[in-house]
């Protein structure tokens, strides 16, 4: 009995533990429309917006885009800083993309036409380690807040799901 309610304990906090560490996912540019060719040079760069926030290895940007009139390319630094579109690592064409960050390191994103990549329609992100991402977090401290990224309803489940396993745990142990 007691060695049944160690393993149930151990299991509820490896699954809290699980549940906690969860990756956010970020609205490129704050707003649905936001992955488009800007419509003037004054408005902020996505660039910009992405320079305010920090990413992590397991993070989700979510591209959402007309798909008849854009798409969305991943490309090599150079290929990103000469606007060439014609050799992209990845091409997306959905018109919704969740792309996950699965490294540290600069991701550089632009839309399906080398005009579209001229007149402005892209990205890059920087994914910072988590040693980096600390001490960046430390030095921020003396700067306004980065706002938190949007809730999706993936964080929502498992806020509900640390829920559960919290009363799952009240009633087992009599917490």
């Not at 390191?105 to 910072?128: A, I, N, P, S, W």
């Amino acid at each position: 009995m007691a060695t049944s309610r160690v393993f149930l304990l151990c299991f509820a906090l490896i699954s809290l533990l699980f549940a906690c560490s969860h990756a956010a996912e970020y609205l490129v540019g704050g707003s649905v429309d936001a992955w488009k060719v800007p419509s003037s040079h004054g408005r902020l760069s996505l660039s910009d917006w992405a320079k305010k926030q920090r990413f992590r290895i397991g993070d989700y940007l979510i591209f959402k885009y007309d798909p008849k009139v854009h798409s969305l390319l991943e490309l090599n630094e150079e290929d990103y800083q000469n606007c060439t579109t014609s050799r992209p690592i990845k091409k997306f064409t959905e018109g919704y993309t969740s792309y996950e960050l699965h490294r540290t390191g600069r991701f550089h994103f632009t839309g399906g036409t080398d005009e579209h990549c001229f007149y402005g329609q892209k990205l890059f992100v920087d994914v910072m380690a988590a040693e980096d991402l600390a001490e960046s977090e430390l030095a921020m401290t003396t700067l306004a807040p980065v706002p938190p990224p949007e809730m999706s309803k993936a964080n929502g489940l498992r806020v509900v799901f640390i829920g559960c396993v919290t009363l799952m745990m009240s009633a087992l142990f009599g917490i």
